[in-house]
């Protein structure tokens, strides 16, 4: 009785660990890995359907797929007031339903493209550029429009630029910023678009660098392009726009008393709209202006000041209170080793005033001539003929600096300067075809950064010399007003930004090289 037991036991174990085997089900190992994309069975209704009337398109696949980040990636054209719904969401499937929240528009033409949004579920391989056209009348539109959209003197990510179709009739500029276009289509990352489909007709076109996927541009946000002419289709077939970025709208950020004597104003877009008015009289008073803050230095005995502001068209009056802290002249010496780099000295409170014979220059123990300016930020330059491959000492003594409100150094300021030898530098040589009487200047990007800017010039060649070792970007800028300053363009003035030409290539800088370009 026991044997029968024991084989029973045995039996019954070894069918156990059968079954678990059985169960576990997983991915094979080895081989190689699939590369192949998901395909598309069928489409409910069919792509170039027309006289469509449903309320939901369904797609069918041959594998497990995911529509990933649709809000991004799914276009459709014309767009809807409200996004559709994708059932199931956040999920694989090897079928998808696209569930319209909105009445579509009759006798229009839709397509839906889906970009690079389809992947499959295991290897996330792409179906790209999947797309599906029909149409909600009996005919399907086929006219095309292709053209190339490029950011000018952009910095920040443009990895998501929409062209966009008004029809010209009830058309006004202020559209952009509360409608979405009538047609629309993405940018390739070489700023190559096509829109098709399109029906006959005069249109509008507007380019969005569209950061929060609306389809409608926000001033300060977006980078906006657009053409005066009028879009005629059939008709124009290849067209050119320009990007650029608009100053945010103007607002005022914020007014603080920064210590007794300090008052900082700061606003949102152009400080150069900004005026201010201080309605107490002010014995003393200096105003700097730093990107968008204004910093008003003022002296008066009153415990606070009274100001009006007007940026644009608000205003605001301000009463401030002075608070008792104060400050102590703090200064240092900025400087560089390129033959090119100012020597500045700056200071927490603006100086005003300098005692030269404080001031000590010296190179191999000698005295080196100099003489100092006072900047618009009321620091000093100092300036001096610096002769690469030498080692330069600057000495500012007790009493050398005043500020503005009477305070002197107290402290002895020192600093060593080197000016790396001539044979570390290389230099640029560029030369201009066709470009005779042009106002232009050279900017020169050193990882992305602007490390060397010309002045506005009108011949046909410019050297620039002291150039560190590096692969630079060429950005050449024509200068319509001649201000040595790029200007960017104003949508509603119509006005458009100033060209701009980077050549893909970078240039390669060598130390004691002389390099030579010609565009």
């Given amino acids: 009785m026991t044997g029968i037991f024991n084989k029973i036991l045995r039996y019954s174990f070894a069918l156990l660990i059968l079954l678990s085997a059985c169960a576990r089900i ?48 799914l276009l459709i054209s014309p767009p809807l007031q409200q996004s559709p719904v994708i059932v199931p969401a956040g999920i694989a499937s090897k079928s998808f339903k696209i569930k319209f929240q909105d009445s579509l528009q009759p006798n229009t033409t839709y397509l839906i493209n889906f970009g690079n949004s389809i992947v499959d579920f295991n290897e996330g391989n792409k179906l790209p550029n999947l797309q599906l056209v029909f149409s909600t009348g009996s005919v399907i539109d086929s006219l095309k429009l292709k053209g190339k959209i490029k950011p000018v003197h952009y910095n920040g990510k443009a990895d998501n630029i929409i062209v966009g179709l008004y029809p010209l009739e009830g058309f006004k500029d202020s559209l952009v910023f509360k409608q979405k276009p009538y047609y629309v289509t993405t940018a390739d990352k070489n700023g190559s678009f096509h829109l098709k489909y399109l029906r006959k007709g005069k249109y509008k076109i507007i380019g969005i660098i569209d950061q929060n996927n609306d389809y ?26 320009n990007l650029f970025q608009e100053p945010p709208r103007l607002n005022f950020e914020k007014t603080e008393q920064v210590n007794k004597n300090h008052l900082l104003i700061e606003v949102k877009g152009s400080i150069d709209s900004l005026q201010v008015q201080t309605l107490d009289s002010l014995p003393q008073e200096i105003r700097i202006i730093d990107g968008n803050q204004l910093h008003i230095w003022y002296d008066t005995p009153k415990d606070s000041i009274k100001l009006a502001l007007q940026l644009g068209s608000k205003t605001k009056k301000y009463i401030r209170k002075r608070t008792k802290k104060t400050d102590s002249l703090q200064a240092q010496i900025l400087a560089g080793s390129n033959p090119l780099d100012t020597l500045r000295i700056t200071a927490n409170i603006p100086l005003v005033n300098y005692d030269k014979t404080k001031i000590r220059l010296t190179t191999d123990s000698l005295p080196v001539p100099f003489n100092l300016q006072l900047t618009p930020r009321y620091s000093y330059q100092l300036d001096f003929d610096k002769i690469p491959g030498k080692n330069y000492k600057i000495e500012i003594l007790p009493g050398a600096l005043t500020d503005f409100l009477g305070h002197q150094l107290k402290d002895t300021l020192r600093a060593n300067v080197r000016i790396k030898p001539e044979e570390d530098f290389g230099k640029l040589i560029l030369n201009f075809k066709n470009h005779s009487g042009e106002k232009r200047f050279v900017e020169l990007l050193l990882n992305n950064n602007t490390y060397r800017k010309t002045k506005t010039f009108i011949s046909d060649s410019i050297t620039i010399p002291y150039l560190l070792p590096g692969k630079y970007k060429v950005r050449i800028v024509y200068d319509t007003n001649g201000n040595n300053h790029w200007d960017t363009g104003n949508y509603l003035q119509h006005r458009q930004p100033e060209e701009t030409f980077e050549p893909d290539k970078e240039i390669e800088i060598r130390p004691n090289w002389d390099i030579f370009q010609t565009y």
């Fill in 26 to 73: 997983g991915r094979p190992t080895g081989g190689d890995k699939d590369t192949t994309p998901p395909r598309l069975l069928k489409s409910i209704p069919d792509t170039k359907t027309t006289n469509f009337n449903g309320k939901e398109i369904v797609l069918y696949f041959d594998e497990y797929v995911q529509i990933k980040n649709p809000t991004k990636n």
């Fill in 216 to 241: 409608k541009y926000k001033q300060g946000e977006d980078a906006i392009g657009f053409l005066d002419k009028i879009i005629e289709i059939p008709g124009d077939t290849l067209i050119q726009i």
